[in-house]
């Protein structure tokens, strides 16, 4: 019986489609001036998708994160779940930081166990179980019991992926994830967040403004451009998965659409 | 163990020199006594004070009596210090107003609080629980503040995206995620205490029960220092020992999980 709820929980795999109609975004900065963070800026993202929002800082790529998560509301347009109006934060949509934001008075399955125990139609044993299940797919199932300060930079943005697949969102937001860790280990996740993403089969909306990286995972690049912050350019990538970093092809695809990021931001400077 | 021994060495010789000049090594021929033992007694006197007066119940009734003030003082403090301190982190208004108060009044020892609170209550236990209350509310009040304060932000975002409501939030992610600062700011209140109690019982004389700190007074008032030496052996005790079994488990734990300072 508790193990029907356990599989009928690990192989259940939620996701919705995304829909962001002319969000308009405004900031007041430090010194009193008005920044336009999001002018009418749409974007649709289907079931599924993985979709990358690259661009310079300021572009406001992560407002627009911040918006789809609930935690941040527009000052017009707004951000559809499924057709739903987003209000608020809500556990169908995970948000990952580039900080690892894991909370040093929990271990590392406490950590993922948090949301999970907010989940209801489940056992403590089950949240235990299905915690382990996904401590396993990100390959930290033998530091399920470790402190977080005892984890490296990786290790602890491997836990936080767990942390938030466990409640098995419809989307999995992620902010600059990777930025804060050295090359070796990023590409390392590079294979095992495409890995999840196949056995999750998740909607990741994705954060970075490194173009290779958005290039590596992304199934499609939404490219933006500050100063207010736009919806530039998209561009699908058809590449074979899994994809390597170093890939020619890669390289390519990834240098086009670095030369459109110069071009915007020269004719800018002008 | 080195460092064991080393520490155990050095108390065995203050409390070597100290019989030497009180003439309790006579034996050995030292029995030059430097001091009358009105004005510093040997270290047998003392040992004798506090052998009778715990076999005869007497010390053990008076701290029984100063350790339920103690406690009754120290936890009405923190049910009083923590909240007000979640309320002062959380509302600037609060702060402004509540938290200078406790910064002002934390700078007050509060054995000055005695005159007024035997004015208040009279000689019972109520003037002595609130110097105690005193002594630990406005450290609590102001550490619990420095640690929500000091909790960052991002803690809050994820559990919000995890379904926590606010209250969620409070009891599971703000108030464990300033734990370190709350407990450092409940042993000093702990340590305020205890010293306000002890100032307390021996400033007033409560019919209601006879403390330690009343045998101290006493001791001062029939002139036996053995008895006053052996009290404040007592008070130094039931402060280590509170720290130690008390205080040390849950920050060595603390410092564990947090990876924070060694030993």
Not at chain 2, 142 to 149: A, H, M
């Amino acid at each position: 019986m508790q193990n029907q709820n356990f599989h009928e929980e690990i192989h259940a795999y939620p996701t919705a489609k995304l829909s962001v109609e002319h969000v308009y975004k405004e900031f007041t900065n430090s010194s009193g001036e008005h920044v336009r963070a999001l002018e009418d800026v749409s974007l649709n993202i289907n079931e599924g998708e993985f979709v990358c929002l690259v661009g310079p800082s300021g572009c406001g790529k992560s407002t627009l994160l911040n918006i789809i998560a609930g935690l941040e509301k527009p000052d017009s347009g707004m951000a559809l779940l499924d057709g739903v109006p987003i209000t608020g934060p809500g556990r169908d949509r995970m948000m990952m930081f580039q900080e690892h934001a894991l909370f040093p008075w929990l271990d590392v399955i406490g950590n993922v166990m948090f949301g999970l125990k907010q989940k209801p139609n489940l056992t403590d044993k089950e949240r235990l179980e299905v915690a382990k299940y996904y401590l396993f797919l990100v390959k930290m199932d033998r530091f399920a019991h470790a402190n977080i300060h005892e984890l490296s930079g990786g290790m602890k943005q491997r836990v936080a992926l767990a942390r938030s697949l466990a409640p098995n969102p419809k989307i999995l937001l992620m902010d600059e994830p990777f930025s804060a860790l050295d090359a070796m280990t990023r590409e390392r996740l590079y294979g095992d967040i495409q890995d999840v993403w196949d056995k999750r089969r998740k909607t990741i909306v994705f954060v970075t403004h490194n173009v290779r990286e958005a290039v590596c995972l992304g199934s499609r690049v939404v490219l933006f451009s500050p100063h207010p912050g736009r919806v530039r350019r998209e561009f699908p990538i058809d590449l074979p998965r899994p994809r390597n970093i170093n890939d020619h092809d890669l390289a390519d695809m990834s240098s086009l659409i670095t030369s459109e990021l110069k071009g915007y931001q020269a004719a800018e400077s002008d | 163990m080195k460092r064991v021994l080393v520490s155990i060495t050095f108390f065995v010789i203050i409390i070597l020199i100290w019989a030497a000049l009180t003439g309790d090594l006579a034996f050995l021929g030292l029995d030059q006594s430097l001091w009358s033992p009105y004005i510093m007694p040997p270290p047998s006197r003392v040992a004798a004070y506090l052998w009778d007066n715990t076999v005869n119940g007497k010390l053990i009734v008076s701290m029984g009596v100063t350790l339920r003030r103690l406690l009754i003082g120290y936890v009405i403090g923190l049910v009083i210090g923590v909240p007000l301190g979640m309320l002062a982190a959380r509302f600037r208004c609060v702060q402004d107003t509540l938290g200078h108060l406790a910064l002002s009044f934390q700078a007050l020892p509060s054995v000055c609080w005695v005159p007024l609170a035997c004015i208040w209550f009279g000689q019972t236990e109520a003037a002595l629980l609130f110097v105690v209350i005193m002594g630990t509310m406005w450290s609590v009040l102001l550490s619990t503040e420095n640690g929500i304060r000091n909790v960052p932000p991002i803690y809050a975002r994820a559990a919000s995206t995890m379904g926590s409501s606010p209250l969620h939030t409070l009891v599971f992610v703000t108030m464990p995620a300033s734990a370190p600062f709350i407990v450092s700011g409940m042993k000093q209140g702990w340590a305020f205490a205890w010293r306000s109690l002890m100032a307390a019982e021996i400033y007033v004389a409560v019919v209601s029960g006879f403390g330690i700190g009343q045998h101290l007074h006493y001791g001062r008032e029939l002139q036996r220092m053995d008895q006053v030496i052996g009290v404040m052996f007592i008070i130094i005790l039931v402060g280590l020992l509170a720290d130690k079994l008390l205080f040390s488990p849950v920050e060595s734990w603390l410092h564990r999980r947090w990876g924070t300072g060694k030993d």
